[in-house]
């Protein structure tokens, strides 16, 4: 992906981050009096501040309309990741499990729409994404929709639009972490596929889950035998990758010692500014809100496990 074609790609996404949460907020505060909108939004905004000391937000409709926050570095996370590891095959599938505002599958588009444009034959990606937090998904999912508008605009982004729509995504909402464990392997997200297969788990885990996310990585790993898995947390909680993954046989997967460049660089000028104008509407002086919306992960620690036969012998690593 060229330098102008990441400036449209980062444009879109600003203009669908701005779009839907102006969407959103008008649905959630009408009829509300400015003093109960200014209680909700900073109840909202701490809930969301547990993630810089890495721990789970109260997900609502509120945290998700502010999670945008966090989006842009996410996806970016992601994408940069996938380019550090992996090519998008001709047949691809995708289990993102906690996968939030579907950040993984921003990140496999974006990935797609390089190798589309290097001719590379895509006939199918299907991304199964699987979460607890019915307000998040709909988030990601209103976002998603709205940048594909945003592409369809420009014409730099043709192999985006078209990488969009080549995706085949299914969202799975489960109550409780259990079900997830407990479903049957011949649920359809959980049944092996002929073809190139990805795990992800980004910021997926925390102190008071790993437990149940390690039974469930340990799991799904035995029954998609998957050929990359990509693990991220915030980087006080780096422990916690390397404690929930330690199932895995490294003769099976391997730890590359990566350095992950980052495919976006700068702030998003559009949504900044509404959280900054919002700040003042509302009167609430938060610092969240004066502070600029990102693509850097400046507290991201990272794991990602391939598959190949021998750790070793460079000529086997997939990229």
């Known amino acids: 992906m060229d330098e102008q074609t990441k400036q449209s790609v980062m444009k879109a996404l600003d203009n669908a981050l701005t779009t839907v949460a102006i969407r959103e907020y008008n649905r959630l505060s009408y009829r509300l009096l400015r003093e109960q909108v200014a209680d909700i939004t900073k109840n909202a905004l701490n809930s969301l501040g547990k993630l810089q000391s890495g721990n789970i937000p109260d997900y609502g409709d509120w945290v998700a309309l502010f999670y945008h926050w966090y989006q842009p570095s996410q ?75 945003e592409a369809s605009k420009d014409s730099n982004l043709r192999y985006v639009s078209l990488a969009c729509e080549i995706i085949n995504p299914q969202i799975i909402l489960l109550t409780n972490l259990p079900s997830m464990i407990g479903v049957n392997s011949n649920t359809a997200w959980a049944t092996a596929w002929q073809s190139e297969c990805w795990l992800g788990a980004l910021h997926a885990v925390y102190d008071d889950n790993r437990d149940n996310v390690q039974r469930w990585l340990n799991s799904i790993v035995d029954r998609l035998n998957p050929d990359i898995c990509f693990a991220t947390t915030h980087s006080s909680k780096d422990y916690l990758i390397r404690e929930v993954w330690d199932f895995i046989d490294y003769a ?15 702030m998003l000028p559009e949504i900044t500014q509404w959280r900054i104008n ?42």
């Open 252 to 266: 099976e997967y391997y730890l590359p010692e990566l350095t992950i460049e980052s495919q976006f660089r700068g």
């Open 278 to 319: 919002l700040n003042t509407a509302l009167q609430i002086n938060h610092h969240y809100l004066n502070r600029p919306v990102t693509w850097e992960w400046p507290e991201a620690a990272f794991m990602i496990h391939t598959k190949y036969s021998e750790p070793t012998d460079a000529d086997d690593l997939p990229w």
């Open 75 to 149: 996806i970016n996370l992601a994408y940069s990741m996938i380019k550090s590891t992996a090519i998008v095959s001709d047949r691809l599938r995708v289990l993102d499990y906690g996968c939030g505002a579907l950040a993984m599958q921003f990140g496999v588009a974006l990935a797609t729409a390089d190798a589309l444009e290097e001719m590379q034959s895509i006939s199918e990606i299907r991304i199964d994404s699987l979460d607890t937090s019915q307000a998040m998904v709909e988030m990601g999912q209103k976002i998603w929709e709205q940048f594909k508008i």
